[in-house]
């Protein structure tokens, strides 16, 4: 009997980090995971999202949604990125989880019009609310990343591996 363990976390290379930047700057959605305010418990949501030049996540939120209002308490969060196919295993295919915090920006930011302009082509159908007064973009700072690329290929990515070339 082998009591060797198999490490499951293969070394980061061009094509891990290639597929992973893909599946974050492809995404118009993501799954929103936030400690819940009170009980501390996980709340997953799903958002649209975005990504800025560098490859960092961003979201729109409006302040009356209870992960908007989670992340004011507690900015620890995590993004899911990768839809499957219709068909298929869905745990067959590709998806990366980002881990970091997330700040809310202010809306008189240096960068707020072209975060703007740039939402509304991905997201065309937010122009009905994206200039309510409730709602704002929250960018995350990464810290790590873990990429599944597939059955056996797991990953941990930096955040340096996931910076837009």
């Known amino acids: 009997m082998n009591d060797k363990k198999i490490d499951p976390i293969r070394p980061t290379d061009d094509e891990a980090r290639a597929l992973a930047r893909r599946l974050i700057a492809e995404a ?5 995971g936030v400690l819940e305010p009170g009980t501390g418990m996980p709340l997953v949501s799903r958002v649209a999202v975005a990504a ?8 729109l939120a409006s302040d009356l949604s209870l992960h908007s209002r989670a992340l004011a308490l507690d900015a620890r969060a995590s993004l899911l990125f990768g839809e499957p196919p219709g068909k298929g295993d869905p745990l067959a295919f590709p998806r990366v989880t980002v881990i970091g915090r997330i700040a809310k920006l202010p809306h008189d930011g240096a960068s707020h019009a ?3 302009a740039f939402w509304l082509k991905k997201h065309p ?3 009905l609310y994206v200039d309510f007064a409730d709602f704002f ?3 995350m ?3 790590r990343a873990h ?6 290929k797991a990953y941990v990515l930096t955040p340096e591996d996931l910076r837009a070339a």
């Open 147 to 152: 990429l599944n690329g597939g059955f056996g």
């Open 125 to 127: 159908k937010a122009q």
């Open 141 to 143: 700072a990464v810290e």
């Open 52 to 59: 800025e030049k560098d490859g960092s996540p961003f979201l």
């Open 28 to 32: 118009k959605f993501a799954s929103l």
């Open 114 to 116: 072209e975060r703007r």
């Open 137 to 139: 973009f929250w960018k």
